[in-house]
């Protein structure tokens, strides 16, 4: 014991304390979650349907203001479709494709960080100078390359159908990295603590200690970075569609509801972009603000990312 | 000392190869050259001769070979879209971009590293706690977003600065610089604050973080047992150590700045590097895809070598071996 | 009559928490620390030795508080309604030494710096004057060619060159006391001599008073006047340190300090209560049958033969020539079965390689490792993987704090189909955790609700699960407790008379060793300087290395001690 280490008497007791700010965090990512599911349900109208669009009733206000029509809560966009239904199945891609990268990413990941941290050697370099190369080039760079090359080979590329799955391509491409690198470090500590020295010295096979052994206890920084992550790749997608090369305007995430009205806020027709921006805003800072918890309380060590 | 620049030079090289090998393989395989650059209804004789002009029937690695040496001599092509050098291209709009990026880097380190300082001086202040409300919001707010925000509010609704372009620009050689006029301030004052907030707030982030670490290290503790005085702990000693790594973090910002730009200048019709690129893939026109991501690329591996350079010089344990 | 340098009358400090309840970590504690004396502050963990430190100096952290007592340094009284020591002045009147000189010393800084501030702060005097006083206390810490020392950077010194350094920060201000928080617990055995001299000498040179908190016995007898040892926060027994090591009174002092292994006679047993429960007889017999102890021959001899281990890069991917590292330069040595071979040496000898390579973690550059005939580490699963287990330093690393503790010992049960059912190797597994002395309930339970002697026990018993012949022990006591390191000695020894097992001990604690072993060879730089049985090894060693580790080991024996008892446990 040292001097330098307070000793403080421990009365420790594990209980899941969450502050006001998280819960109301946890219940809204929760909500919205629960909404972007029900979305073909709860919609009032269903906006990939051209058929629903009524040029008659384009840009219209939302329903609380002078010019509005209640049957359109948040008023409609510029081909008619209704903003409120447009949100929520904006919602539904946005979260779908946060979800899908972050996915993606997590797996290749932890699967490349655990090869990486027990086994070292010419496998650790390899993966480490690609991990490498890769992070040299921001995210959105990156996912604008495989984005504009992917059109630029296939026409199909901007069709609602196969821009889901570029996306999640685009953006998992650079978003494994961080978590292969974290796990490699922790896999490195772990390899070299005693317990798993002394399953290589039992004999256990390596396959064995890695996914027994080392992996449930390299995984509580992954869940951490895995909510933080999602963010960032809600906000990535949100970026790219923004920019036109993501979801296209036949189904259109949240991202691409801002594009669209971004032409419109000069000439006062604000709400076609305020409330899906509201409405992104509010997700990624619930998930924020969960994230952040989860990081303070389990992981002190990722501060700062 | 010298083994790691080499190999940090090796790893410098690596990228770039990279780099250019997909640089190369967008010019060559993406899309299709010769129907770009013909007209509609160009007979096959006129397509393969360009075909042949381009160099286009040679085998892979020397189109490549030839691709690397046109490169290093400044020639990185002709833009489908409007069928001048590339080179030009981004040259004209380089120092838009630059400038937007330099002043974006002042102002995120200018408030972020004393705001970081502040909340981990006061962990429990009220004004510590709203900071960090704050700082959340900040990175929960996608660039273009705080972009249309920050135009709604001061350019549509009240008018006070302009929503687009960069004012008036004033030539300096081949620099055009809007430093030195009042329009070119009041256009350059939203777009930077946009791109800088994002990275303000990871900045402070930063720092809050590692001067909390540093704060309960050892050393810092021995200090106070020696009774040097809080002033003192905290912001000449303490501060130096927290500042180490955000040198890194700085460096690699820079970079991510230089791409996180494109959406800014996006949104705010900046005529720079970002919105070339924008329009260069919204156009296919991959000649000046090819070439920003080259640009791009070396900037980053040149702001990354510096980077690890600052960083051996001021770190100590880098700098001297053992005695 | 100058004033005592400490004086501590009914101390008292409690952390009020939360809910209303009160953690009382010292209570009427009485302490004096005599101008020139050395006063050491002994108790193993939580004992609250740590707590009176912080108190001291002033870093107590919240809501940790004096609640009661006086304390007076230097004549001057403490505040202690603040808590703070108030007219005192931190640094100058009182200097503090902690245990890591790595950690102490600010990487950034060089050290001209570091020991100028504190004079620069306190003094007032200005760079030049600074200087000149650093160097003064550079030259009087033993540090050779302070003027290039000045300019150095910590990392640039030796772990030893280091704690100087530390000890020249406490002292720049002559204060009156100086608080030295286990100053060479870090250290290597023959620094740690060198430091001890150090400290002995500036309190009689200087008058300065020093608390020494420490848990090393051989230390206190060492270099202390004066001991106080400490128990659950209270004060069991003080005293000049020839009646308090020599004839203990207090119960708790007399199982300390028979706890302790002595460097001068081997005793049959450590004299401690052993640790045992219900079932523990009963299981060892359980274990003795199915591991078939008393069949030597099976075991086979572990033979090394010109062992030689390197490790280092063979030139970088760009340039940089091979730095190759020879820990180990050709060893060789046999164990024969049933015996306890002992390795003894300092850090960096390269004893825990030859333990790692011979239980298959590294690989060997050349020689060879066998055990009965079969090389080891060949195949996994394989007969020589299992008939060889190891035993490693540090409990709290030793078991995955995922699994639950029966889990992890039946692990090796069923990779080797040592049990028919799942049913039998979980019998197993209780059976032997309570052969190490625990309750067959531990096993539903995970590590972190263990102690550390308690988790090297279950690292034991699954050491022992899959019926090795050999057992490797890579200091498996020297991160416990004086009173647990007994108990785990005694377990190991009672296991290999058990279960018949060989058993390959490594430390660096010269009376450990002479407790634990047969034979023993010593080590220095990667190579065997001698080898022999232990009592001819320490009744005549032969090698000068052997004869300096002799002589530097701090030893409570120093001392006269009551005569070796007969038989064993004392209560």
């Not at chain 3, 609700?449 to 057992?471: C, Y």
């Amino acid at each position: 014991m040292s001097l330098a280490a307070p000793n403080q008497p421990a009365t420790r007791r594990r209980r899941l304390q969450m502050p006001v700010s998280v819960m109301i965090g946890l219940a809204v990512v929760m909500l919205m979650l629960a909404v972007a599911l029900l979305a073909p349900w709860i919609a009032p109208t269903d906006p990939t349907n051209v058929a629903s669009f009524d040029l008659m009733s384009a840009e219209l206000p939302p329903a609380f203001m002078p010019d509005g029509d209640p049957a359109h809560w948040l008023g409609t966009d510029n081909q008619g479709r209704d903003l409120f239904s447009a949100i929520l199945y904006g919602m539904r891609v946005s979260i779908a494709i946060g979800g899908g990268a972050v996915l993606v990413a997590a797996s290749l990941g932890v699967v490349l960080g655990l090869l990486a941290g027990y086994f070292g050697g010419w496998v650790d370099i390899v993966i480490m100078r690609v991990g490498d190369v890769i992070l040299s080039l921001p995210t959105i760079l990156l996912a604008l390359l495989v984005s504009g090359i992917a059109r630029a080979v296939f026409p199909e590329a901007g069709t609602a159908q196969w821009a889901p799955v570029i996306l999640i391509g685009a953006i998992a491409i650079h978003e494994w990295v961080q978590y292969a690198r974290t796990v490699r470090a922790a896999t490195m500590v772990e390899a070299s603590k005693d317990y798993v020295r002394a399953a290589r010295v039992i004999g256990l096979p390596p396959l064995h200690i890695m996914v027994r052994h080392i992996l449930p206890n390299v995984m509580s920084p992954v869940m951490v970075i895995a909510t933080i992550n999602l963010a960032a790749a809600v906000l990535t997608e949100a970026t790219l569609s923004f920019l036109g090369v993501g979801m296209p305007p036949t189904y259109p995430s949240l991202g691409t509801l801002i594009r669209i009205g971004n032409e419109f806020v000069f000439s006062g027709i604000w709400w076609i972009a305020v409330f899906p921006a509201v409405t992104l805003v509010i997700l990624v800072l619930a998930v924020n603000v969960v994230g952040d918890w989860l990081r303070d309380r389990f992981n002190p060590k990722l501060k700062g990312r | 000392m010298i083994a790691s620049i080499g190999s940090r030079l090796g790893q410098a090289v690596l990228v770039m190869l990279a780099v250019t090998a997909i640089a190369f393989v967008m010019f060559r395989y993406v899309g299709d050259p010769v129907a770009m650059m013909s007209r509609e209804d160009a007979s096959p004789a006129e397509k393969a001769e360009l075909r042949a002009s381009l160099g286009l029937d040679r085998p892979a690695i020397v189109q490549y070979g030839e691709f690397l040496g046109r490169t290093l001599k400044g020639d990185l092509g002709i833009s489908f879209r409007n069928q001048r050098p590339v080179v030009d291209l981004l040259a004209e709009r380089l120092p838009a971009t630059l400038e937007l990026v330099i002043v974006a880097t002042i102002l995120s380190l200018a408030v972020g590293i004393p705001v970081g300082v502040y909340c981990a001086l006061k962990p429990d202040g009220a004004l510590t706690r709203a900071i960090q409300t704050i700082s959340l919001v900040g990175i929960s707010m996608p660039t273009f977003v705080t972009g249309i925000g920050l135009i709604l509010i001061f350019a549509v609704t009240l008018r006070w600065l302009p929503s687009f372009g960069r004012g008036d620009v004033v030539q300096i050689g081949g620099w055009s610089t809007g430093f030195l006029t009042r329009s070119g301030w009041a256009s350059l004052l939203l777009p930077s604050i946009t791109l800088a907030l994002y990275q303000l707030t990871l900045i402070m982030r930063l720092v809050r973080a590692e001067m909390i670490d540093v704060l309960s290290s050892d050393y810092i503790r021995f200090a106070k047992a020696r009774g040097l005085p809080p002033r003192y702990i905290n912001f000449r000693l303490a501060l130096r150590n927290a500042l180490m790594p955000v040198v890194t973090v700085t460096g690699l910002q820079i970079g991510s700045l230089i791409a996180f730009a494109i959406v800014t200048e996006t949104v705010f019709q900046w005529p720079g590097m970002g919105l070339l690129f924008i329009q260069a893939v919204s156009f296919a026109d991959v000649p000046v895809m090819a070439a920003y991501l080259l640009f791009v690329g070396f900037l980053f591996v040149v702001i990354n070598m510096i980077v690890d350079l600052t960083y051996t010089l001021i770190d100590p344990r880098l700098r001297t071996r053992r005695a | 009559m100058n004033p005592a340098a400490l004086s501590i009358t009914d101390l008292t400090v409690d952390y009020p928490l939360a809910d209303g309840s009160v953690v009382t970590a010292v209570s009427g504690v009485n302490l004096m620390v005599a101008p020139g004396e050395i006063h050491a502050l002994v108790g193993e963990s939580g004992a609250g030795k740590t707590t009176i430190g912080n108190a001291l100096m002033g870093l107590l952290q919240a809501p940790g508080r004096v609640a009661k007592g006086r304390i007076e340094i230097g004549g001057k009284p403490v505040d202690i309604r603040t808590g703070r020591t108030e007219g005192i002045v931190q640094g100058k009147d009182v200097g503090a030494i902690f245990q890591d000189p790595m950690t102490s010393l600010n990487p950034l800084f060089t050290v001209e710096s570091q020991l100028g501030e504190t004079m620069r702060h306190h003094l007032g005097l200005n760079r030049a004057e600074a200087r000149q006083r650093s160097l003064e206390l550079l030259r009087a810490v033993g540090i050779p060619e302070p003027e290039r020392r000045l300019k150095s950077y910590p990392h640039q010194l030796s772990g030893g060159q280091r704690q100087r350094v530390v000890i020249a920060a406490a002292l720049c201000c002559d204060p009156k006391l100086i608080i030295a928080d286990e100053p060479t617990t870090a250290l290597d055995v023959s620094v740690q001599a060198q430091i001890l001299k150090l400290i002995r000498g500036l309190a009689d040179e200087r008058g300065v008073g020093i608390l020494l908190v420490t848990h090393n016995m051989g230390v206190v007898a060492e270099v202390a006047d004066r001991v106080t040892i400490m128990l659950k926060g209270q004060v069991v027994e003080s005293g000049p340190v020839a009646q308090v090591l020599g004839a203990p009174q207090h119960p708790y002092a007399k199982a300390l300090i028979g706890a302790v292994p002595r460097v001068d006679v081997k005793l049959p047993r450590l004299p401690v209560p052993a640790q045992e429960s219900p079932g523990t007889a009963a299981a060892r017999e359980q274990v003795r049958a199915r591991m078939g102890g008393g069949d030597e021959a099976k075991a086979g001899v572990l033979s090394v033969d010109n062992l030689v281990v390197e490790y280092g890069a063979r030139g970088g991917l760009f340039g940089g020539g091979s730095h190759v590292f020879r820990a180990v330069k050709g060893v060789s040595f046999t164990v024969e079965p049933g015996e306890i071979f002992g390795l003894v040496g300092e850090s960096g000898c390269g004893k825990t390689t030859v333990a790692n390579t011979i239980a298959g973690l590294a690989k060997p550059t050349s020689g060879s490792v066998t055990l009965g005939g079969l090389p080891i580490g060949a195949k996994r699963g394989g007969l020589a993987r299992k008939a060889l287990q190891m035993v490693f330093q540090d409990p709290y690393s030793a078991l995955n704090p995922r699994l639950r503790v029966a889990t992890a010992i039946a692990e090796p049960i069923a990779f080797y189909h040592l049990a028919a059912t799942k049913a039998e190797a979980a019998e197993d597994a209780a059976l032997l955790l309570e052969a190490v002395g625990l309750d067959r309930a531990a096993g539903a339970r995970f590590p972190h609700a263990f102690s550390g002697g308690q988790r090297q026990r279950i690292a034991i018993a699954r050491a022992l699960a899959p019926r090795p012949r050999f057992l490797v022990c890579d200091e498996p006591t020297s991160s416990l407790d004086v009173s647990v390191q007994a108990q785990i000695l005694n377990l190991l020894k009672d296991l290999r008379d058990l279960a018949g097992l060989s058993i390959l001990f490594i430390s660096h604690d010269l009376a450990v060793v002479r407790q634990m072993c047969d034979r023993i060879a010593v080590m220095k730089s990667g190579e065997i300087v001698e080898q022999a049985p232990t009592e001819e090894l320490f009744a005549a060693p032969t090698h000068p290395y052997t004869r300096e580790l002799l002589s530097l080991v701090p030893s409570l024996d120093k001392i006269a001690r009551e005569p070796a008892p007969l038989g064993g446990a004392i209560g």
